[in-house]
């Protein structure tokens, strides 16, 4: 089956670590020790990722109105500044630095090629990982 990276992918992941980091957290906050053992990495990572998710939502929600979609450039980039933006702590710095370094790699990826012939978005999510 192919899989698409396009923005209802971007938004699908931000809802599913969402989710995750919210059961989650707890359990990282008891078993944080880095950068600093203050016992809130589950709480800032899900604090990061929530105005991720929020900046994801705000792209789509301007779209509501027509038929078009978002672009997937637009949704990663909406969701690597969402990030930033509402960074908690030492981890969501973090993490808003990677996600804004994929989404410098992403942004003008194109929705998935499923030949992975160079065309689309999917190929590029390893390279994007890597940076």
């Known amino acids: 089956m ?23 957290r707890e359990e990282i906050d008891a078993i944080n ?4 053992a ?8 899900y604090l990061t990722v929530e105005s991720a998710a929020q900046a994801v939502e705000a792209v789509f929600a301007a779209h509501e109105t027509g038929a078009s979609v978002p672009a997937p450039g637009d949704a990663v980039r909406a969701m690597a500044h969402g990030a930033l933006i509402g960074a908690r702590g030492n981890s969501g710095t973090i993490l808003a630095q990677l996600l804004r370094g994929m989404a410098e790699a992403l942004a003008d990826a194109a929705p998935a090629d499923p030949q992975g012939d160079g065309g689309g978005g999917a190929d590029r999510l390893a390279p994007a990982l890597r940076r």
């Open 2 to 24: 192919p899989q698409t990276l396009d923005a209802a992918a971007v938004r699908s992941w931000c809802s599913l670590a969402l989710e995750a980091l919210g059961r989650e």
């Open 33 to 36: 020790v880095y950068p600093v």
């Open 38 to 45: 203050d016992g809130d990495t589950g709480t800032n990572l």
